[in-house]
Nanobody, 126 residues
Framework: QVQVMESGGDLVEAGQSLRLSCVVSGLRFEHSAMAWFRQAPGKEREGVAC???????KYRDNVKGRFAISRNNAKNTLYLQMNSTKPDDTAMYYC????????????????????WGQGTQVTVSP
């Protein structure tokens, strides 16, 4: 049984940093692409960043240069380092595991990610 668990969400002030973590069990972590998604109240879910098995990364435009996705295969853990946070970053953040080793073409829509966590709340105050 695959389990995905996020942690690290918090209330921070704009400009501060935050690091999210996601621990995965029940599959060969190092063979799977991983991604972070977020969903703000009243808005659609959106892809934030994706990382392949070989650590090649993709980001949505409005987090490039501020967020960094990384993985530690020895610990079955995915990370999202969030720097220079903005109120618009406020959302529930979800970790997802792909059923392939690369970031699917439409990864930002959630396509190709069968395993999801319950989410961790990030709130950025002005």
């Amino acid at each position: 049984q695959v389990q995905v668990m996020e942690s690290g969400g918090d209330l921070v002030e704009a400009g501060q940093s935050l690091r999210l973590s996601c621990v995965v069990s029940g599959l060969r972590f190092e063979h799977s692409a991983m991604a972070w998604f977020r969903q703000a109240p009243g808005k659609e879910r959106e892809g934030v960043a994706c990382i392949r098995w070989d650590v090649i990364k993709k980001y949505r435009d409005n987090v490039k240069g501020r967020f960094a996705i990384s993985r530690n295969n020895a610990k079955n853990t995915l990370y999202l380092q969030m720097n220079s946070t903005k109120p618009d970053d406020t959302a529930m953040y979800y970790c997802a595991v792909a059923d392939v080793s690369y970031c699917p073409e439409y990864w930002f829509q959630g396509d190709g990610f069968p395993y999801w966590g319950q989410g961790t709340q990030v709130t950025v105050s002005p």
